[in-house]
């Protein structure tokens, strides 16, 4: 990414935010990092998304959001729809799709209006319709679609005011933190700070034609 010097981590004490913020720092960036652990960052409620993120000064050539939940309120990736309950499915839209989108609507000021900037959500694979051939997780898989709709859609109307804007949803692969160590399977699991690492190598290659695309770790794009 052409010119980075400042970025905004959202989920910053977590197990890809944290590593995010110290590969940024080792590229020379300045970093702002916000959690919830840190700065009492609630991505659910909007008043405390609209006042933290409303408290700083753009602009910010990188946003970035690495929250995102497996397990919500105990509510476990369903295997079979026999086991889906409105409060799981709730639970996980609050956390997935909703926290991510109140982010990006109070985050749209700090773009530049006139340079390169992205805004980036960190995904999942299994939010892909078209790449689903195992079924389950239906909470989970519906709620990381609904966040690349989304983003999607935010893509088009940031092209109209910020043309020079990028925004994209990013899969980081199955990483070793805590979110992932029941679950995590036959998977191959990466550390925190290699997934970081190629993110951040993705977000440095995005160009305008990859505005409003579903990206994996190694910039290849995954189908809706």
Not at 13 to 35: N, P, Q
Not at 71 to 86: C, F, H, Q, S, W
Not at 199 to 210: G, I, K, Q, R
Request: hydrophobic content about 40%; charged content about 20%.
């Amino acid at each position: 990414m052409p010119g980075m010097e400042r970025a905004l981590v959202i989920g910053s004490s977590g197990g890809i935010g944290s590593a995010l913020v110290a590969a940024l720092r080792e590229r020379r960036v300045d970093v702002v990092g916000l959690s919830r652990r840190d700065d009492g960052l609630e991505i659910t409620d909007e008043s405390s998304v609209a006042q933290l993120l409303g408290a700083l000064d753009p602009p910010f050539d990188l946003v970035i959001t690495a929250t995102g939940a497996l397990v919500v309120d105990g509510a476990e990736p369903e295997k079979a729809l026999r086991e889906i309950t409105a409060e799981g499915l709730l639970g996980q839209f609050r956390v997935n799709t909703l926290g991510p989108a109140l982010v990006l609507k109070h985050a749209v000021r700090l773009l530049p209006r006139n340079q390169h900037s992205v805004f980036a959500a960190l995904s999942a694979r299994v939010g892909s319709i078209g790449d689903n051939r195992l079924g389950g997780w239906h909470s989970y898989r519906a709620s990381k679609s609904a966040l690349n709709q989304l983003v999607h859609g935010a893509s088009i109307e940031l092209a109209r005011t910020h043309k020079h804007a990028i925004a994209v949803c990013l899969h980081p692969g199955t990483v070793a933190t805590p979110f992932t160590a029941d679950y995590a399977g036959h998977h191959r699991t990466v550390t925190p700070e290699e997934a970081a690492g190629k993110l951040l190598n993705v977000v440095e290659s995005l160009e305008p034609s990859d505005n409003g695309g579903f990206f994996d770790y190694a910039g290849r794009r995954i189908p809706w």
